[in-house]
């Protein structure tokens, strides 16, 4: 069985009743129109919405997805351009550039048009998704917070690209949902809502939707290529295999099909090979392995250097100004730090407990995926890491995504005598790291046996916090069983990859849902659970609630669970696509009542996202 996520196996289903489709933030109708293997065809969308109308599509086979993206109406009948009017042409924004030439002729019917439907602010993009130096309502805009929490507009520096605007997943989902209660046996709604859920990593509802898809039509080409970025996404190599070779089989001719079927096949045989040379034998530390005293910093080398081999306050300020300009540490220096790191990490308890004074202050982080200006934003607004002013927690999510993993993970680690105690992530793993881009990012920097030492620091992260015996906090969330206990996390062996069931893969991979219960993941690993859920588990260990990360939340935060479930994400505007907020947490001693502080991404380099992921992630395929 191929294993997921961070080295689990995702085959088990979990309990209770599958969730209705949940509200991701984030485009409409890329999905709507999504089918470039159809050639001369025209796709109805009719389905009843305060009457009948026909939304039709037309796609030639000679025209370029390219195309096709820059300038979608010319192959939309009337009816559907009106519906997607509001994403053409937004309200003070720039929509869709008109090709020129006519378009082509589509069906269409009379109609009256919908109403009820919300403008998205944003326009219609490909699905590459918006990267790059576009037009954006917030150009430069640096994140000013409130409190929700304090901020100012820092001058856009004219190196930096300013984040594009968001888009709009949630709706996405929402419409092709109601017109699947319309018409459930149209394959095509089904593939497109897939669509939608990999841009919001609900792997899970992606890999359902996709398998019904073919259910209903085994000749719909697109099921496969979702079915197959599903389970890539969810490190079922072998499965998405067999779907990109059905689709060669299909189309011979598809020189992407082949580049997809290829890449895959090369990450199953690489598996394989791993698996070939794995030895029972206790794994030697890459720290055996090192002598970095003779390593040697070259003449040229203008950087920071720790001084006697200790991180000073004064270098960590250089290390973020040197990586703020696009530099790189020296790998010496950069051994030196993940050696301490690991030192300190390991004689850490897998559960920290902390002790507060009533007048003591400390912030909580959720995930930074690797936004490493948006991370040194944070110290602007809320000040560096130190004795008095502690960052409790990031939960996770350092590494992956973003292109400056090292720069985030090596800065807030090593800030003088603040100890490096924030519980891990689903991401911190072999496999996302691999797929996500953090090994590639680390290999091209530096080295493999960097990358290597990297993993043994990921596998000593604590994977919870408990602060004052009154709260929680971790990066997923709560259990698939009753009964779990303080003292039983206390006891999970962390120092390995995550399994891929119980506690520890519980920690770091489930959701909160509305409902009571218990129920399959979105993401298809691990479970979601209820305020029923929480609520037993906070009387069991007498705590008030808990704070976890794991999902991007368009506020940047959300209470949820009657207030004793709390989410914080720290990465703004995601991606550079998702539009959201990042915030984050300050608890004071008297009374650890949360006080959220917001803010909106700042300016970055014109990097792509996930430049160094796998290359089927950066084909867009999932």
Excluded at 473 to 486: A, P, R
Aim: charged share 25%; glycine share 8%; hydrophobic share 30%.
């Amino acid at each position: 069985m191929e294993t997921g996520p961070g080295s689990r196996q995702t085959e088990r289903q979990g309990e209770g009743r599958r969730l209705p489709p949940p509200a991701p933030p984030g485009p409409l109708p890329t999905g709507a129109l999504d089918d470039p293997d159809a050639g001369d065809t025209i796709i109805n969308l009719s389905f009843e919405l305060r009457g009948p109308r026909l939304l039709a599509f037309l796609h030639p086979a000679h025209v370029s997805e390219a195309d096709l993206q820059r300038d979608p109406r010319r192959f939309c009948s009337p009816d559907l351009q009106r519906l997607l009017g509001p994403i053409f042409d937004p309200p003070g924004g720039k929509g869709v550039e008109p090709l020129p030439g006519p378009p082509p002729k589509a069906s269409t019917a009379p109609s009256r048009p919908i109403k009820g439907t919300s403008p998205v602010r944003d326009p219609l993009m490909g699905e590459g998704g918006g990267v790059g130096c576009s037009e954006s309502r917030e150009r430069g805009g640096s994140g000013a917070g409130r409190v929700v929490g304090p901020g100012a507009r820092s001058p856009p520096d004219p190196r930096l690209c300013p984040p594009p605007p968001g888009k709009d997943y949630e709706n996405a989902v929402k419409f092709y949902s109601q017109a699947i209660e319309l018409n459930p046996d149209n394959a095509i709604y089904y593939g497109n809502r897939s669509l939608a859920y990999l841009r919001t990593e609900c792997y899970g509802y992606a890999l359902a939707d996709a398998t019904r898809a073919l259910e209903l039509d085994k000749k719909y080409v697109k099921g496969y290529y979702r079915r197959a970025a599903s389970n890539m996404a969810l490190g079922k190599f072998k499965a998405a295999l067999r779907d990109y070779e059905t689709v060669v089989k299909v189309k011979p001719n598809d020189k992407d099909a082949k580049l997809k079927y290829q890449e895959c096949n090369k990450i199953v045989k690489q598996k394989a090979f791993e698996r070939a040379i794995a030895s029972d034998e206790h794994k030697r530390s890459v720290v055996d392995s090192l002598d970095i005293e003779s390593m040697t910093i070259e003449d040229e080398y203008s950087g920071p250097k720790l001084e006697d081999g200790k991180v000073t306050l004064a270098f960590m300020k250089e290390l973020m100004q040197w990586y703020k300009d696009q530099k790189k540490l020296h790998r010496k220096c950069a051994y030196q730090i993940l050696v301490q790191v690991k030192e300190v990490l390991s004689k850490l308890p897998t559960l920290v407990e902390t002790m507060l004074k009533e007048t003591e202050k400390v912030t909580v982080c959720g995930d930074t995926h690797g936004q490493f200006y948006d991370l040194l934003h944070i110290f602007e607004l809320n000040g560096l890491p130190s004795e008095t002013n502690p960052y409790v927690s990031f939960p996770g999510g350092a590494g992956p995504r973003a292109c400056w993993s090292p720069a985030v993970l090596l800065c807030p680690a090593q800030v003088p005598r603040v100890p490096p105690s924030s519980p891990t992530g689903n991401h911190e793993t072999d496999n996302m790291n691999q797929i996500y881009g953090f090994e590639g990012e680390v290999k091209a920097k530096y080295t493999a046996q960097m990358f290597a030492l990297f993993s043994e620091v990921f596998e000593w992260l604590a994977l919870a916090q408990c602060i004052h015996g009154k709260l929680q906090i971790m990066h997923g969330g709560l259990f698939s069983e009753d009964g779990v206990t303080l003292d039983d996390i206390r006891k999970i062996e962390r120092n390995r990859q995550p399994p891929d069931s119980g506690p520890m893969c519980d920690l770091l991979w489930s959701d909160p849902q509305p409902q009571n219960g218990r129920s399959v993941s979105k993401r298809g690993v691990s479970c979601q659970f209820g305020p029923d859920v929480t609520q037993r588990f906070l009387e069991r260990n007498r705590l008030d609630y808990v704070i976890r990360s794991h999902e991007v939340k368009p506020e940047g935060y959300e209470v949820a669970h009657d207030g004793k479930c709390i989410t914080v994400f720290s990465a703004p505007n995601y991606c550079d696509q998702m539009g959201n907020k990042g915030s984050y947490i300050h608890l004071r001693g008297a009374d650890l009542r949360p006080e959220f502080h917001q803010f909106t991404a700042v300016p970055h380099p014109n990097v792509k996202p996930m430049m160094y992921a796998n290359t089927l992630l950066q084909l867009g395929m999932m």
